[in-house]
């Protein structure tokens, strides 16, 4: 059964720090997605990662994949507190299966 | 364009009592997904609906169940409520494929 493990669960971070959250999954994929959800709100969307290899960067924000390793990375470059948020990665095998997410506070 | 629609945004229900829940996905989008989210067991996969015909269902009691209609719009329903069916419930749309899904707003239930 796949199993998608994020790590860390909870990150307090400081305003222009950096910090990496990493989703590990234990079945081959190379459909990997990462989104945001602020409290009380539903998804957004942040990258799809289709390949091994694939990376995306939007803002502070750049998303890597290593299907090989079964490992993709959420790095957060100087953070601010805008990105406060909770930050899930889901894998797609048939059916989307989400990590249990990373509650994120960035604080000044 | 418009995003995905959930309707209603609230509910509260009893137990034993039955739901519907409604999705009406971005135009053009044939794929619906849901999805249930607690605290306790996070965000976990119901079912998915392409093209009136479900694809894909998630290790959920048949108490739920869910429909798609021609205009990609799609119900679920869920029989003999339980307190633990108290969540917010989640719509996802996409195109089909490896595309990332776009989610409306959600329901959240309340089973008292």
């Known amino acids: 059964e796949l199993k998608v493990e994020q790590n860390p669960l909870f990150l307090s971070m400081q305003e222009g720090k950096n910090y990496t959250i990493y989703c590990n999954y234990s079945t081959t994929s190379d459909r990997l997605y990462w989104y945001r959800q602020d409290p009380g709100k539903s998804l957004e969307s942040l990258f799809v990662l289709l390949s091994n290899g694939a990376v995306k960067q939007e803002g502070r924000l750049m998303a890597s994949l290593d299907t090989k390793a079964r490992l993709s990375t959420l790095h957060i470059t100087a953070a601010v507190h805008d990105l406060s948020a909770t930050y899930f990665c889901?894998?797609?095998?048939?059916?989307?299966?989400f990590g249990a997410g990373t509650r994120l506070t960035v604080k000044p | 364009k418009a995003g995905v629609t959930q309707t209603p945004r609230y509910l509260i229900k009893t137990r034993g009592q039955q739901v519907t829940l409604s999705c009406s996905p971005i135009s053009g989008h044939r794929s619906v997904s849901w999805y249930q989210q607690t605290p306790g067991q996070g965000l976990q996969f119901l079912f998915e609906y392409f093209s009136e015909t479900q694809r894909n269902k998630g290790n959920f009691p048949g108490r739920f169940s869910g429909r798609q209609f021609s205009n990609s719009r799609s119900e679920m329903n869920v029989s003999t409520l339980e307190l633990g069916d108290s969540a917010l419930y989640l719509c996802?749309?996409?195109?089909?494929?490896?595309?990332?899904?776009?989610f409306g707003p959600g329901t959240r239930l309340t089973v008292l």
């Open positions: 889901a894998v797609d095998l048939n059916d989307m299966r």
């Open positions: 996802a749309s996409n195109p089909g494929g490896p595309n990332e899904q776009f």
